[in-house]
T-cell receptor
């Protein structure tokens, strides 16, 4: 069974700090990696996509991918209370159509 | 406005009574998929479709059917619902090869 693992949290950080969210995956053939944010009772929203090793930055968000270690992370700089949500890591393998989600990490940003 | 529309938003039904949850997108996306979300288990893919008349099983297809007769619509059918199908369901769509960027509002299904 191909898996995507995340720490369920909650991860609690003070406002203005860097929040670091981590994800590991089991399928070495995975090609595409995504981070979603989901507020309670709402639909997931796509935050970042990353396809190659290294860092990808978009505003306050940075995704990091290390395929050798089968590890992908999301850094949120200058965390705000509005960032409090569940963050879902998702992975697509070769063939590119079947998406596997992690169970999500709950983030709480304290004002 | 670009959107994925699911109906109904809430549904309570009895075991064995066939039901359909509709999903429609207005972005001409090739790719559509269905997920269920349960506490502690995250989103699990039920079925996906790469284009009209092309569908394939995700990780948890048992007890579900889908069809893709038109590009915009991707209904989820439960022929004989059971209580273990009580869940929150999401439909999603995207262009071919891209991540699922558009999710519907969700359908909360309870089977008693």
């Amino acid at each position: 069974q191909k898996e995507v693992e995340q720490n369920s949290g909650p991860l609690s950080v003070p406002e203005g700090a860097i929040a670091s969210l981590n994800c590991t995956y089991s399928d070495r053939g995975s090609q595409s990696f995504f981070w979603y944010r989901q507020y309670s009772g709402k639909s997931p929203e796509l935050i970042m996509s990353i396809y190659s090793n290294g860092d990808k930055e978009d505003g306050r968000f940075t995704a990091q991918l290390n395929k050798a270690s089968q590890y992908v992370s999301l850094l949120i700089r200058d965390s705000q209370p509005s960032d409090s949500a569940t963050y879902l890591c998702a992975v697509r393998g070769t063939g590119g159509f079947k998406t596997i989600f992690g169970a999500g990490t709950r983030l709480f940003v304290k004002a | 406005e670009a959107q994925v529309t699911q109906n109904p938003r809430y549904l309570i039904t009895v075991t064995g009574k066939k039901l359909t949850v509709t999903c429609s997108q207005n972005m001409n996306h090739e790719y559509m998929s269905w997920y269920r979300q349960d506490p502690g288990l995250g989103l699990r893919q039920i079925y996906y479709s790469m284009n009209v008349e092309v569908t394939d099983k995700g990780d948890v297809p048992e007890g579900y059917k889908v069809s893709r007769k038109e590009k915009r619509n991707f209904p989820l059918i439960l022929e004989s619902p059971s209580p273990n199908q009580t869940s929150l369901y999401f439909c999603a769509s995207s262009r071919k090869g891209e991540s699922e960027a558009f999710f519907g509002q969700g359908t909360r299904l309870t089977v008693v």
